[in-house]
């Protein structure tokens, strides 16, 4: 038993040294022993919640992060009774509905895409982020349009690279639109959407910048 625990040592208080951490009445959390309650010594310092654990590939941080190096095997891996699967989504109480959840998945396609919206009123050009001119490839992207209440023949006059999408009535009507606009990322290599292989591991590009599951 010798060296398995920090004996308590009240005049200098040393439990609160050793680790980083709060004290909790359960023992079903990481702690700093290596044995279970019945053998636990009167004269140890008290079991302490853990701010930080790893197991094999796996961090678990306290507040609710959990960090994994190298890849996730689908429907082995868990974290605060979730367990993470091919499909990405969300789930929330619902907001109008007592007793119900909401659950949406994530949106997938054959690009890094991302987009910006909103609503262009009183004026004929849509300013994009700043940071899209270092996010975005500029010959991706597309506009959608939607006219508010009135039909006023809406045209995408220009796009100035990644930063302005000027917008024209084609019969002169005052301009009111909500906007989509996509684009493919720029930061990284291009998808390749369909290869020869078995595995993930066949994959011809650089699987590291991607998180997925095998």
């Keep these: 038993m010798a060296g398995q625990f920090v004996k308590k040592d009240t005049k200098n208080n040393n439990c609160d040294d050793p680790v980083t951490g709060v004290k909790h009445p359960s023992f079903d959390y990481i702690h ?17 919640l853990q701010v930080k ?17 190298g890849d996730v095997i689908a429907n082995e891996v868990s974290a605060g009774g979730i367990t993470l699967t091919s499909r990405k989504d969300f789930d929330i109480p619902h907001p109008t509905k007592d007793g119900w959840r909401l ?14 919206r909103g609503r262009l009123t009183g004026k004929n050009v849509i300013e994009l ?25 809406l ?7 990644s930063s302005r999408i000027k917008i024209k009535s084609g019969n002169a009507s005052a301009i009111d639109c909500f906007y989509l606009v996509h684009a493919e990322r720029k930061d990284g290599e291009k998808l390749i959407v369909e290869y020869e292989g078995t595995t993930i591991d066949d994959y011809p590009g650089d699987n590291s910048q991607y998180t997925h599951n095998k």
Excluded at 32 to 46: F, L
């Design 32 to 48: 700093r022993t290596t044995t279970g309650d019945d053998d636990y010594p009167d004269d140890a310092c008290d079991i302490f």
């Design 155 to 161: 045209i995408v006059d220009d796009i100035d690279g």
């Design 103 to 116: 659950r949406h998945v994530c949106l997938e396609g054959p690009e890094a895409g991302v987009y910006y």
């Design 53 to 69: 654990g790893k197991f094999d590939a796996i961090n678990v941080v306290n507040g609710g992060d959990v960090n994994v190096e």
């Design 129 to 153: 982020p700043e940071y899209w001119r270092g996010l975005v490839d500029a010959e991706t992207i597309t506009v959608t349009l939607t006219q508010i209440k009135t039909t006023q023949d």
